[in-house]
């Protein structure tokens, strides 16, 4: 089945596909369209070896990104530290809350075994060790389970965060049901989204196996296949309001 495309907006060839789709070719191709993509690139892996701050700066490039993907344009913006870092705080924590508040949660259901593990230790040979031992093995499968089902959930979750994040939404997490509600508005669209996801992080890891050297490149031009795919979402999104 031939899907048309629309034309993209005048002003480059980076527009976001036709109505009611998301293309991953569309972002594939996105990502060599700038002559200058290695540098670029490559300059923002450089910048991620600054401890949290680099890779705010990152997502605040990505932000550029994704607001010149909506505009229609096709390159990619150079280094801005200043302004970068401004707008990359917004994605950050729209991330970093879920990503927090889900680890919080983790560690306290973890120290549940403490009490089991002081009562095995002070019961040592006897039958209550036993006991606890077990308890405590219980817990550890429980938690391991629930870390396991919560870390797909944030993958799932994670472009739709990054999305409010270009927003300059910072704390998305407030407010589940808009997201719920877009994603069930297009649901197979967002399915589309999170694969292309996986695709690009599966992009930027080839650079890790190569060496480490390859993953200032590929880690950034991962970035960048996947905010091409956000700003396609978006515009499904503004076309629900």
């Given at each position: 089945?031939?899907?048309k495309?629309?034309?993209?907006?005048?002003?480059?060839?980076?527009?976001v596909?036709s109505?009611?789709?998301?293309?991953?070719?569309?972002?594939f191709s996105?990502?060599?369209?700038?002559?200058?993509?290695?540098?670029?690139?490559?300059?923002?892996?450089?910048?991620?070896?600054?401890?949290?701050?680099?890779?705010?700066?990152?997502?605040?490039?990505?932000?550029?990104?994704?607001?010149?993907?909506?505009?229609?344009?096709?390159?990619?913006?150079s280094?801005?530290?200043?302004?970068?870092?401004?707008?990359?705080?917004?994605?950050?924590?729209?991330?970093?809350?879920?990503?927090?508040?889900?680890?919080?949660?983790?560690?306290?259901?973890?120290?549940?075994?403490l009490?089991?593990?002081?009562?095995?230790?002070?019961?040592?040979?006897?039958g209550?060790?036993?006991?606890?031992?077990l308890?405590?093995?219980?817990?550890?499968?429980?938690v391991?389970?629930?870390?396991?089902?919560?870390?797909?959930?944030?993958?799932?979750?994670?472009?739709?965060?990054?999305?409010?994040?270009?927003?300059?939404?910072?704390?998305?997490?407030?407010?589940?049901?808009?997201s719920?509600?877009?994603?069930?508005?297009?649901?197979?669209?967002?399915?589309?989204v999170?694969?292309?996801?996986?695709?690009?992080?599966?992009?930027?890891?080839?650079?890790?196996?190569?060496?480490?050297?390859?993953?200032?490149?590929?880690?950034?031009?991962g970035?960048v296949?996947m905010?091409?795919?956000?700003?396609?979402?978006?515009?499904?999104?503004?076309?629900?309001?």
């Amino acid at each position: 089945m031939e899907i048309k495309q629309k034309q993209p907006p005048a002003g480059g060839g980076g527009g976001v596909p036709s109505t009611g789709t998301v293309d991953i070719g569309a972002a594939f191709s996105f990502l060599t369209k700038d002559p200058q993509w290695v540098q670029k690139a490559g300059m923002m892996g450089l910048i991620t070896l600054i401890p949290i701050v680099g890779y705010v700066v990152l997502l605040g490039w990505c932000r550029e990104i994704f607001e010149r993907v909506r505009a229609g344009e096709d390159t990619l913006p150079s280094l801005d530290f200043g302004k970068q870092l401004e707008k990359g705080w917004a994605p950050f924590l729209a991330v970093f809350s879920v990503g927090f508040g889900f680890g919080a949660l983790i560690f306290v259901l973890q120290l549940f075994t403490l009490p089991f593990a002081l009562i095995g230790e002070a019961t040592r040979g006897t039958g209550i060790e036993t006991i606890a031992g077990l308890i405590m093995g219980l817990i550890g499968m429980l938690v391991g389970l629930l870390a396991m089902v919560g870390a797909l959930g944030l993958n799932v979750a994670m472009p739709e965060l990054i999305r409010r994040g270009f927003t300059g939404e910072s704390f998305p997490i407030a407010s589940p049901k808009l997201s719920i509600a877009a994603i069930k508005a297009n649901s197979g669209a967002y399915i589309m989204v999170v694969l292309g996801a996986i695709v690009f992080n599966m992009l930027g890891s080839v650079g890790v196996m190569a060496c480490y050297v390859g993953m200032f490149v590929t880690i950034p031009l991962g970035l960048v296949g996947m905010t091409h795919m956000i700003a396609q979402w978006q515009k499904l999104v503004d076309e629900q309001a």
